[in-house]
């Protein structure tokens, strides 16, 4: 099994950022300190539920994990280990943003309490572009964090960066990139910048900030993976890349389609064809644990969900969708059910066909969205004809 924490606290809130969280004020430990208290309720009470399950990877995410102490994370951890069972080999990941991570000896404590992998809210290194986006860090304690991480010896340290921003140019991304590589992580995460509706960057869209055009934002994304590769930082998901050896295995886990639990509020579970998300309010979430309450509206995952989720999430890795494997879900034959619509997407360079699995191209992936919508209504179409045969006395 896999697990993830939310953590919902961040020092301010940025201007890009629809994930639950809330930014700490002064004097607001209070709050730190029942959610943590709340979390070791949370762990305990889902063990009592599945029993003591093998736990082989962990994922601090939020938020910002790093506004938890490192006494508190090594807590977190022996409690997930004397509840479930943590793999010897467990891959425990860390999000972290340079802010809040760069006190004398924390990434030090961290990696004593048992982290192994740092993931690091870098965005970018360019502080008019943190400033334009309300990140509150700078490019300067973004190359301190990296360096105290290095020290620390974490076993992997992954920097996440973002293009596509307001005023960003394709010469502007590969700088950026340049300069990132310079810090040798050993993988990226780059996210294209998506416009959540509900935030002030969304506001300011709509208010005529320029984002950059269709054409630049192509050109930053497919330069980009060429460079990244040309340093050895292979491609294995639609936005990560890694040198071999340092791909995360927990989000791997997730592609795979393997079973999660999430902990904290507004964290998603899926176990036993079950999903069910926490109350994204940290006082309900807490409320609720403590009255071991139920998740409600749990959402059964039948058998079109799950293929059309196999679909989805088989595109987004560069392994791609096995026909095998979609024949032993669906009893169908992929190519064969989809073939003009494959051919044409093989004419155009949007996908490639190789060894039994459908892979998109990096042309293919730019455009993934459009292909997966695509797919899935031919796909319900088709298995809706199959509940239909099935039904038909004979
Ligand atoms: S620090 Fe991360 S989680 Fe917090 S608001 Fe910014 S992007 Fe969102």
Same mark, same amino acid.
Do not use: A, D, H, N
């Given at each position: 099994m896999l697990l993830y924490i939310h /953590? !919902?606290?961040? &020092?301010s809130r940025c201007a890009y950022c629809s994930f639950y969280s809330s930014a700490l004020s002064r004097g607001d430990e209070g709050r730190i300190q029942k959610y943590q208290d709340t979390l070791i309720a949370e762990i305990a009470l889902w063990a009592d539920r599945l029993g003591k399950e093998r736990v082989e990877t962990v994922f601090f995410g939020g938020? *910002?994990? #790093?506004? @938890?102490s490192a006494s508190a994370v090594a807590l977190i951890l022996t409690r997930i280990d004397r509840a479930f069972s943590l793999a010897g080999n467990a891959e425990i990941s860390f999000e972290a943003n340079p802010e809040s991570f760069i006190a004398s000896g924390y990434a030090r404590d961290l990696r004593a309490a048992g982290i192994t992998r740092l993931s690091l809210? /870098?965005?970018? @290194?360019n502080d008019a572009f943190l400033q334009r986006m309300g990140r509150v860090h700078s490019a300067k304690e973004a190359a301190l964090a990296m360096q105290r991480a290095r020290q620390a010896h974490f076993s992997s340290i992954s920097v996440d960066c973002m293009w596509? @921003? !307001?005023?960003?140019k394709p010469d502007d991304w590969k700088r950026e990139l340049k300069e990132l590589s310079s810090l040798q992580p050993d993988h990226f995460s780059c996210y294209g910048l998506t416009l959540e509706e509900t935030t002030p960057l969304a506001e300011a869209v709509r208010g005529g900030l320029a984002l950059p055009s269709e054409q630049d934002q192509a050109a930053m994304y497919l330069e980009g993976i060429a460079y990244l590769e040309s340093l050895?930082? @292979?491609?294995?998901?639609? #936005?990560n890349f890694a040198r071999?050896?340092?791909?995360c295995r927990h989000n791997l886990g997730y592609w795979q389609g393997r079973e999660y639990l999430g902990l904290g509020p507004s964290a998603v579970s899926t176990i036993q064809n079950r999903r069910w998300s926490n109350i994204p309010d940290l006082a309900a979430w807490s409320e609720a644990v403590h009255n071991r309450a139920l998740p409600e509206d749990i959402e059964e995952l039948d058998r079109k969900a799950r293929v059309l989720e196999y679909i989805m999430l088989r595109l987004r *890795? *560069? &392994?791609?969708?096995s026909v095998k494997a979609y024949r032993k879900l669906t009893g169908r034959n992929f190519l064969k059910d989809n073939h003009i619509f494959l051919q044409a997407l093989h004419n155009e360079d949007l996908i490639r066909i190789r060894g039994g699995f459908i892979q998109l191209t990096h042309t293919g992936m730019l455009v993934s969205n459009a292909i997966v919508a695509r797919l899935f209504e031919a796909v319900e179409e088709r298995l809706s004809d199959t509940e239909r045969e099935k039904k038909v006395p004979a």
């Open positions: /953590v !919902p606290f961040c &020092r938020g *910002t994990p #790093s506004l @938890l809210g /870098v965005q970018s @290194l596509g @921003l !307001p005023g960003q050895g930082y @292979l491609q294995y998901e639609i #936005s071999k050896g340092f791909r *890795t *560069t &392994r791609g969708l």
